[in-house]
């Protein structure tokens, strides 16, 4: 047994502390050796297959916690997706897995079970009175696979191994991140990685995890984080950033924060000042890894009195956690480049798609010695010692914290009868331009509409231009350059 061992770890604290709430939400707690006692029944049912593969379509809560524990129990890894997904995302999402069980509810159910016919439909609240005995089943090598934006609009499975979890569980557990004292939010969806530091991070070290569920809490969290005297909160910065245009970063909503985590896109100093000036006494973490190297793999823990030291345009992304290491690989000199991560954390691959692992999953040398590398096409500086993100090499963005690949959005466009598209992000957000094609009618608003059943809302563009024929280079292929200059001329025009 590996003294890391999430589900160890986790089943650890319901043996010592089985009374102890592991989840609230309004409809009441459940206790440790509760949960415990849930994720076993439910790995009774998953067990009736070798290496079950388990498809969780929840809200985050007891139940979601239970299947992704209960799918380790049983031998076998997990895909968590996010409910509120289009159909169509979550449909392909169910056909590349295959899953062998779906949980999901009365209406989603069904609907995945159409991409995956063999699978079995489960009902948390419909389930056997025996648990299963854990020992019977070694634990599988993946531990969950989780899908990303992918550019052919397929979405991309990134696996997790489960030794590459232990080492992150294990980190967060030595670094004391969160305590059995903790009160710890947690806001990402479930098919957002982010969601694994929350709830893996809380579950296994004994801390009381709270869901964030209704539209109310979600838009307005510092509420909740007051109402709820939350001790540990996480978040990608844009949240934070609607926090600071509600006017609610107060020292009133802030005032039992211990440490507030962040990760996903750039931590911007304006967010450290406002923290600050609402609660001093609170600690700053922020961290930086993609989805491939399991949540995060770096740390940087600031306080109100040395902040200002981390900070340029963005803050500071932080050192490597041990046994992990950041490269800067192909600048002009040793403080530039690509970041490049190596170590335990780093995923094994793609799901089914063995050409893109080879693309991005490929041999470093790192001083003198040969090693696996994740690419993350991530461009980054070095100053005073300190790493800062700089730029994408690709045409992979943020928008919210969430990662979109403009590739998809734009095969989604392509999909609802517009052939040649582009697709850029300015000021934060996302805008199409499409080319005049035949006699199509273009109608921005239902097109709009057309994206939504396709994408998330994070991913459809904020407003979507007309053009008669899109920029294209010497290569005939499109030229982005060139189509943001002429969105900067239609702007001017219309400014006029």
Avoid at 15 to 33: I, K, M, N, Q, W
Avoid at 173 to 190: L, W
Avoid at 294 to 301: A, D, G, I, P, R
Avoid at 360 to 381: C, H, N, P, Q
Wanted: with cysteine; glycine share 8%; charged share 20%.
């Amino acid at each position: 047994m590996a003294c890391d061992d999430a589900i160890d770890l986790f089943l650890a604290r319901a043996s010592e502390a089985p009374a102890r709430p592991a989840v609230v939400t309004d409809s009441g707690s459940l206790g440790y050796a509760a949960l415990a006692g849930l994720a076993r029944r439910l790995a009774a049912v998953f067990a009736h297959f070798p290496e079950p593969r388990v498809l969780i379509a929840l809200p985050a809560g007891a139940d979601a916690y239970a299947a992704m524990l209960g799918a380790a129990l049983a031998g076998g890894y997990y895909t968590p997706v996010n409910i509120d997904a289009p159909p169509l995302k979550l449909r392909r999402i169910a056909r590349l897995l295959q899953p062998n069980v779906i949980l999901a509810d009365d209406a989603l159910g069904p609907l995945l079970r159409e991409e995956a016919p063999a699978a079995i439909l489960v009902d948390p609240a419909a389930l056997p009175a025996t648990p299963f005995a854990a020992e019977r089943r070694r634990r599988h090598a993946i531990a969950y696979v989780i899908f990303t934006s992918g550019s052919t609009g397929d979405p991309k499975g990134v696996i997790i191994p489960r030794a590459a979890l232990d080492h992150y569980v294990g980190w967060m557990r030595r670094s004391r991140m969160f305590t059995p004292q903790d009160r710890v939010s947690q806001y990402a969806n479930i098919g957002f990685d982010f969601s694994v530091m929350e709830i893996y991070g809380a579950l296994c070290t004994g801390a009381t995890l709270f869901p964030v569920l209704g539209q109310g809490s979600r838009l307005f969290p510092a509420s909740m984080i007051a109402s709820e005297k939350i001790t540990v909160w996480s978040s990608v910065p844009s949240v934070f950033s609607l926090m600071m245009r509600a006017g609610s970063v107060t020292e009133e909503n802030l005032a039992l924060l211990r440490l507030m985590n962040f990760c996903g896109e750039p931590l911007l100093p304006q967010h450290l000042e406002a923290i600050f000036q609402a609660s001093p006494r609170v600690a700053v973490q922020n961290t930086y890894g993609p989805t491939e190297a399991t949540v995060s793999m770096t740390s940087l823990l600031m306080t109100a009195a040395d902040y200002p030291r981390f900070c340029r345009s963005n803050v500071a992304l932080g050192d490597s956690i041990p046994g992990m290491g950041l490269h800067l690989v192909g600048g002009r000199h040793r403080d530039e480049g690509e970041i490049v991560i190596t170590g335990p954390q780093v995923a094994s691959g793609y799901w089914r798609d063995a050409q893109r692992t080879a693309e991005l999953f490929r041999e470093v040398s790192i001083d003198g010695a040969a090693m696996t590398g994740y690419f993350t096409g991530d461009w980054a500086e070095r100053h005073d010692g300190h790493v800062y993100f700089k730029e994408r090499l690709d045409f992979q963005v943020k928008i919210k914290g969430v990662r979109v690949e403009l590739d998809e959005v734009a095969a989604a466009l392509r999909e609802v009868g517009w052939p040649v598209v582009c697709v850029l992000k300015r000021d934060g957000d996302l805008i199409a331009v499409v080319e005049r094609c035949g006699g199509a009618m273009f109608d921005r608003r239902a097109l709009i509409n057309a994206l939504a059943a396709r994408l998330e809302a994070h991913a459809i563009p904020k407003t979507i231009h007309l053009i008669d024929e899109i920029p294209r280079n010497e290569n005939g292929k499109i030229d982005r350059r060139a189509v943001a200059a002429w969105l900067d001329t239609a702007e001017s025009e219309r400014a006029i």
